[in-house]
């Protein structure tokens, strides 16, 4: 059982930039698909940011141009660059993994297999 660890999360001001990170406990096999989701208290989860074992991406609207996806396949580590970062980005997010190239249906958190327990990004104004 894969074992997913989020960090990097903390508190910023509108404007600035974090890096978060998401260690895996192993290896994980390709095929495969991970992807950031984010969740703020009332509503639903949603996709942010998509990489496959294929090295494709794909990106909410939202975040398109502001953040970036990348991984370190040798470290397990699984990457998200967020940089000019709005109240609006205030959430806890977290990373998910899957045995299987998702494509179109990344947004689709029933897909994943794998969820770390998050971390919280804070934005002030």
């Known amino acids: 059982q894969v074992q997913l660890v989020e960090s990097g999360g903390g508190s910023v001001q509108a404007g600035g930039s974090l890096r978060l990170s998401c260690m895996a406990s192993?290896?994980?096999?390709?095929?495969?698909?991970m992807a950031w989701f984010r969740q703020v208290p009332g509503k639903e989860r949603e996709g942010v940011a998509y990489?496959?074992?294929?090295?494709?991406?794909r990106y909410a609207d939202s975040v398109r141009g502001r953040f970036t996806v990348s991984r370190d396949s040798a470290q397990n580590i699984l990457y998200l660059r967020m940089n000019s970062l709005k109240p609006e980005d205030n959430a806890k997010y977290y990373c998910a993994a899957v045995n299987m190239i998702l494509g179109a249906l990344w947004t689709n958190q029933e897909q994943y297999s794998f969820w770390g327990q998050g971390t919280q990004v804070t934005v002030s104004s």
């Open positions: 990489i496959s074992s294929d090295s494709f991406t």
């Open positions: 192993e290896y994980i096999t390709s095929p495969y698909s």
